[in-house]
C-alpha cells in the first residue's frame, strides 16, 4: 500500500460547511511509480519523460487521480494496464501533452512555405493532371498552425495558383484539443502574431474571444492521429508538406526515428517536411535533404 494518499487543503474559514473547498494536493510519487507510468506513456505515444520532469507527471497525475477519487497511483496504475486501458490511457496522454501554439507561430517557416515550397510543388505537379496540394499540420494542438496555413492559401496562395486545389489535413493525440480546434474561438494570446488586417478580416471580436470565420474553419479537416502509431499514419496519404513543428522534441531518440520513418513513407516525392526552429534531424535520419531558406530551414523527400 502507498503510505500517503491524499491531503486536502481547506480554505479559511472552516467552521461554515458550504464554504469548504477541497483541492488535489500533489502526491509524492515512488521511483518505481515513475518508471512504470513513464514506461505506459512511452509505449502509446513516444513521449519520453526523463527524470528531471517527474515533477510534471506528479502534478497532472495528482490531479487525475483526485477527480477519480482513486486511492493512488498504484491503483491508477492498475486501471491503466485493465482492459478498460485504451480510454484511461488516452485520458493519460490528454493530461500530459504540451498544447502551447498560436497563429503564425513560426513567420519565417510560414513565409518558406508559400514562396519556396509550395510554389516548387506546383513546377513538379504542373506536367501532371491532378494539381493537388496536399498539406499536413501533424501535431497540430488547438488549430492554429493549421488554420495559419488555409489563412495563406486563402489570402495568397490560391490567387497565384489558381488551379490548384489546396487540401489541409490537421491531427493531433489530444482529442480536448481537437475539440477546441474544431470550435474555432481564441483567445489574445493564440492572435497575438496575427496582422490586425488579417484579424479584423477573419475574426469575428467578442468581449474576450476571438472567432475564427467559417470559411477558413471549412478548409481545414481534424483527426486523431497519433504519430507514435503506424496503422494511424498509414491512413494518411499523397501528402505534399507535413508540419510537424515542436512536436519530436516530447519524443527520445528512438521514437523520433520511427515517427521520421513513417512521416518519410507517406510523404510524396518532392515533398517537403517541416520541424520546429530549434529541431533538428541532425543524427536522427538521412532520408531527408536539408534544404535553407531564409531564417529557417525545410527537410526534403527526394
Ligand atoms: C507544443 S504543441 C505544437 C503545436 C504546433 N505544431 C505548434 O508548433 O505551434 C505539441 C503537440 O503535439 C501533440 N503530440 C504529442 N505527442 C503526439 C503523438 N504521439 N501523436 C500526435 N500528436 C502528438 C500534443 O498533443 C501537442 O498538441
Not at 472567432?211 to 497519433?226: A, E, H, P
Amino acid at each position: 500500500m502507498e503510505a500517503q494518499l491524499f491531503t486536502f487543503k481547506y480554505s479559511k474559514d472552516s467552521t461554515k460547511t458550504e464554504s469548504i473547498k477541497q483541492e488535489p494536493v500533489e502526491l509524492v510519487m515512488s521511483a518505481g511509480a515513475f518508471i512504470e507510468l513513464r514506461n505506459i506513456i512511452y509505449q502509446y505515444s513516444g513521449i519520453f519523460y526523463t527524470e528531471n520532469k517527474k515533477y510534471l507527471l506528479e502534478g497532472r497525475i495528482s490531479k487525475i487521480i483526485f477527480e477519480k477519487n482513486m486511492s493512488g497511483y498504484e491503483e491508477y496504475i492498475k486501471v491503466l494496464k485493465s482492459p478498460r486501458y485504451r480510454d484511461e490511457v488516452n485520458e493519460l496522454l490528454e493530461s500530459i501533452t504540451i498544447n502551447e501554439t498560436y497563429f503564425f507561430r513560426s513567420e519565417e517557416q510560414f513565409d518558406a512555405f508559400e514562396k519556396y515550397l509550395v510554389p516548387e510543388i506546383i513546377k513538379l505537379k504542373e506536367k501532371k493532371e491532378d494539381l493537388y496540394i496536399r498539406i499536413w499540420s501533424a501535431g497540430t494542438s488547438t488549430g492554429e498552425e493549421a488554420y495559419t496555413i488555409a489563412i495563406i492559401i486563402q489570402e495568397r496562395l490560391q490567387k497565384k495558383f489558381p488551379n490548384a486545389k489546396f487540401q489541409v489535413l490537421a491531427s493531433d493525440i489530444n482529442n480536448n484539443a481537437l475539440a477546441a480546434a474544431k470550435k474555432g474561438i481564441y483567445k489574445d494570446y493564440a492572435v497575438k502574431g496575427l496582422p490586425s488586417d488579417i484579424l479584423e478580416k477573419y475574426f469575428k471580436k467578442t468581449d474576450s474571444y476571438y472567432i475564427l470565420n467559417d470559411g477558413i474553419k471549412q478548409m481545414v479537416k481534424f483527426t486523431n492521429v497519433n504519430l507514435y502509431d503506424y496503422n494511424a499514419i498509414k491512413t494518411i496519404k499523397n501528402v505534399d508538406v507535413i508540419f510537424c513543428v515542436n512536436v519530436l522534441i516530447f519524443f527520445d531518440i528512438p521514437s523520433k526515428q520511427k515517427v521520421l520513418s513513417y512521416l518519410h513513407e507517406i510523404l510524396n516525392k518532392g515533398g517537403y517536411l517541416m520541424i520546429g526552429n530549434s529541431e533538428s534531424l541532425h543524427n536522427l535520419t538521412r532520408d531527408f535533404k536539408l534544404l535553407h531558406y531564409p531564417k529557417t530551414m525545410a527537410y526534403k523527400k527526394e
